[in-house]
């Protein structure tokens, strides 16, 4: 922004959790902020995208964090794992008990920035969408950097969805991702379509990454509101971009062409860092004559509430979305 351009200037100001949220949504907003009134999160600084050794040295962190809650954790999700490679993409395979439909997939794709989230995370991850859905999930593992840039991740997406449409037919299979899954969701149908390939029966965005330039106003007005993610993931945007233009469809799937994508389901909340990326998209969808929903939750932040009614509500929605596109309803 030039210098001569007005800007709005804010007066310091407090901003509680309010109370038209759960009490549970509540506590997990105030949970997330120190004594000072800053988010937590913001104290986690992103290593420069070029500091190779600084990601490494992360991504460490967060998994033996994530490895101390799955400890922790009181309620483990039931659904049988398996973990395997089709066209070359590891892939875990996750199936509830009693499945309600043997003949679909829903093709998940977990978050993470680009960078974190794959391994033990993204197994647990299928299992517990499996649970939620009744129904057979892969979670994609795709390569993540910075050990693999651009295109790697979306090759192993799109490897994998070729390998569910060997085994089902498009109109069996959903896609969905969440944060950075979301950016990959929609870049895995842009180049699936670009490539030939039949669309899914319908794609689920859960405040996705669709937008790497960061160029929404959400970017800004959320800023530091957002507990969960209170800051730019410019860093690992970079990182992963790995010189290719953030512009680019494939890496920033909110600047392509949707046309002839299945319909879709896309859910954010209104502190949500990735609100923009999510209504924009919405908007985009709807332009090119696609059918999509927008839910949008009272004072959410990136991600959720961690468990409070307002997830479940969600998680609902997203299972009763699918359920009706499978013809399950």
């Known amino acids: 922004m030039s210098t001569d351009e007005r800007s709005l200037r804010l007066k310091a100001r407090t901003i509680p959790a309010p109370i038209s949220i759960s009490v549970e949504a509540r506590a997990a907003l105030e949970r997330l902020i120190g004594t000072d009134g800053v988010p937590l999160n913001a104290l986690f600084e992103l290593p420069a995208h070029d500091d190779g050794a600084g990601w490494e040295k992360i991504k460490a962190a967060v998994d033996t964090n994530y490895a101390r809650?799955?400890?922790?954790?009181?309620?483990?999700?039931?659904a049988a794992i398996a973990t395997t490679r089709l066209e070359g993409a590891l892939v875990h395979v996750a199936t509830p008990a009693a499945p309600i439909a043997a003949d679909a997939i829903y093709l998940e794709l977990h978050g993470g920035a680009l960078v974190f989230g794959g391994g033990e995370a993204c197994r647990h991850g299928a299992r517990v969408q499996a649970d939620q859905l009744g129904l057979t999930v892969w979670s994609i593992d795709y390569r993540l950097a910075p050990e693999h840039r651009y295109p790697a991740a979306l090759d192993d997406c799109v490897a994998a969805y070729r390998a569910a449409l060997d085994r089902r037919?498009?109109?069996?299979?959903?896609?969905?991702?969440r944060s950075a899954g979301g950016n990959l969701a929609a870049a895995m149908l842009l180049r699936a379509r670009d490539e030939g390939l039949p669309m899914p029966a319908a794609l689920v965005l859960l405040s996705p990454e669709v937008d790497l330039t960061e160029s929404g106003d959400s970017f800004a007005v959320n800023a530091g509101v957002d507990v969960v993610l209170?800051?730019?993931l410019m860093a690992s945007n970079l990182l992963y971009a790995g010189?290719?233009?953030l512009e680019d469809p494939y890496l920033s799937p909110l600047f392509g062409d949707v046309t002839g994508f299945p319909p879709a389901l896309l859910l954010t909340g209104t502190r949500d860092l990735f609100l923009s990326n999510?209504?924009?998209?919405?908007?985009?969808?709807l332009a090119a004559q696609v059918s999509a929903e927008l839910h949008v939750f009272e004072a959410m932040p990136h991600g959720g509430f961690g468990g409070a009614p307002e997830d479940r509500a969600a998680s609902r929605e997203v299972t009763r979305f699918v359920h009706e596109r499978l013809s399950l309803a």
Request: hydrophobic share 40%; net charge positive.
């Open 230 to 232: 209170p800051g730019s």
């Open 69 to 78: 809650i799955l400890a922790a954790a009181a309620d483990a999700p039931t």
């Open 169 to 177: 037919p498009a109109h069996r299979i959903v896609v969905g991702g």
């Open 243 to 245: 010189g290719t233009d």
């Open 278 to 285: 999510t209504v924009r998209m919405h908007r985009s969808l």
